[in-house]
């Protein structure tokens, strides 16, 4: 079994449109994140969730909202889509918020092209 | 602004050599260090992770940290063409794990 999946795996949409990225994890981590990577690579976290409940939000747009109905599941929900929002978004996961020397668990990556 | 610092490569080693990796980062206080690699087209996964100064060997990976410096670095020994990946350098600037601050990589190719 997959231990950090999302869906889906790429995703094509016009400018304007709004869609969402699922996330679920079966570790039974606390804590969930999503993260962008931009064509050059760089890994930035946007979210974090401990618990269902919003422990980091980076200055991301208010497009950009995250919903998580229990602590196994954290997806993304993203409005008026913009070109710039082209990337690639990881879900990821980590036994504990609190403790720093914890590895992240990361998903296979959705890969979205905004047109 | 906290920051994790990287040479993009591409580094270039040869089928058996030694690759080392290098990173800065920016806030003193930083606790936890890791080193992911990359594949491309695929997630990050955890290859190294370590946390007080000096040296820390797994296989043929080894980590060093040098918190005067604020430096740490991964050596690759005996090179394989599998090891072409690109390294992305963590830190952990304090606080919750979610405060991992990622350079933005090290392209690595291990030519056969």
């Known amino acids: 079994d997959t231990a950090v999946s999302q869906t889906p795996k790429y995703l094509v949409t016009q400018m304007g449109n709004d869609k969402s990225i699922k996330c679920e994890q079966n570790l039974g981590h606390d804590t969930m994140y999503w993260y962008k990577q931009d064509s050059k690579k760089f890994l930035k976290i946007m979210f974090s969730y401990n618990n269902k409940e919003l422990i980091i939000n980076e200055t991301v747009p208010n497009r950009f909202s995250p919903k998580s109905p229990d602590k196994a599941h954290l997806n993304l929900h993203i409005n008026s889509l913009e070109l710039g929002d082209s990337a690639v978004y990881f879900c990821?996961?980590?036994?504990?918020?609190?403790?720093?020397?914890?590895?992240?668990?990361f998903g296979s990556g959705t890969q979205l092209s905004v047109l | 602004q906290k920051e994790v610092e990287q040479n993009s490569g591409p580094l270039s080693v040869p089928e058996g050599a030694i690759a080392s990796l290098n990173c800065t980062y920016s806030d003193r206080v930083s606790q936890s260090f890791f080193w992911y690699r990359q594949y491309s087209g695929k997630s990050p996964e955890l290859i190294m992770s370590?946390?007080?100064?000096g040296d820390k060997e797994d296989g043929r990976f080894t980590a060093q940290l040098n918190k005067a410096s604020q430096y740490v670095s991964l050596l690759i020994r005996d090179s394989q063409p599998s090891d072409s990946a690109t390294y992305l350098c963590?830190?952990?600037?304090?606080?919750?794990?979610?405060?991992?601050?990622f350079g933005k990589g090290t392209k690595l190719s291990v030519k056969p």
């Open positions: 963590a830190v952990n600037m304090g606080g919750s794990q979610g405060n991992l601050i």
């Open positions: 990821a996961s980590s036994p504990s918020s609190t403790t720093t020397n914890e590895k992240l668990f």
């Open positions: 370590i946390y007080s100064n």
